[in-house]
């Protein structure tokens, strides 16, 4: 017994719950550097903190026990990015991911040491053998140029969302689009509780969809959102205003402001006035937001397909229905019309003894025929007038 036991602490058992359910989750972090080497990382919240220099608060919406809707926020050193499983903080030097290990996060930290590298090193080593790549390689590194690294690491995990729940939402028309025409051709129970697990699958994908598509939305909104994304901007500007310490007097005129806007100017080509100085963004986040708005279309057509066989169903219904109550009109006017019937052989078939009864057996024939004759007209009365009204289909 006490070989096989093992020794727990007894504070371990005094701990709340609370901390133990926060101690569950996974410290583990990958960063990616500017060279595209990644390194797994232990580390707690106050050394993330103090690597990336970002606030708790911040933090606290990377953590996956909080469900905090997608968010895009620019800090003054950092991106901070919740975008489904994607709960990343971008750098000027580094991209921080967290859960390396997840399935979902493994393609995006791959597309990221493929795609955040200087082109000139990714090329180095091929030789001059084939004129192409001397072009190709020119043409990535005017590309790089143009794009900050944030951008870079901005683009891959924008990418990497919006592809995400773009498959999502074609593996659901995959499986919605036959169970829907299945469900038309036949009615049951097994094909609607598959359209009803269908369409709970669809309304979950439609939020995520949408949360990810308003934060895009918000930030084209907003000026001043997408100018803090600038990372390597704000911090040239740090730098140029920290080199110039003997100017201390801020004016339009600054030479410090004008060497931020002639530099901001050669980083970006689009940048040549200060109201166009987020156009390299914007146009970024469009092409995105674009992509989200086709998956989001998607899902409204889908939606709208479903609710199409959803009237289409209950137009069967009510069709259904309408027999049904057409066939209880038909058996109640029978029912109707055989009570006479009925009534009279009640009346004649009574034990009681009359004089009139003697002497005539030939009637017997005339009762029967005459008591037919008026049940059946009283049923195609009753028919005639249901026609009349509308109560029945011709």
Known sequence: MGGEGVIVPLDSFSQPASLIKKTAVSRSWVSVDTSGQSTVLDLDKYGIMKRVSIHARDLRILDPLLSYPSAIFGREKAIVLNLEHIKAIITTEEVLLRDPLDDNVI???????RRLPPPNLNFMGQGDDEEGTGVQSEAQTSESNEFPFEFRAL??????????????????????????DELTSMISSRNLDRVRKLKSAMTRLTNRVQKVRDELEQLLDDDDDMADLYLSRKLSFASSASSDVGDFTWSPASPTIESKISRASRATPFSTHGENDVEELEMLLEAYFMQIEATSNKLTTLREYIDDTEDYINIQLDNHRNQLIQLELFLLSGTVSLSVYSLVAAIFGMNIPYPWNKNHGYAFKWVVMFAGVISG???????????HKGLVGL
């Open 107 to 113: 393609p995006i930290v791959e597309e990221l040491q």
């Open 155 to 180: 683009e891959v995990a924008l990418e990497g969302i919006c592809s995400f729940l773009d498959a999502r939402t074609r593996e659901l028309e995959t499986a919605a689009y036959p169970a829907l």
């Open 377 to 387: 007209s009283i049923f195609m009365s009753i028919l005639t007038y249901s026609r």
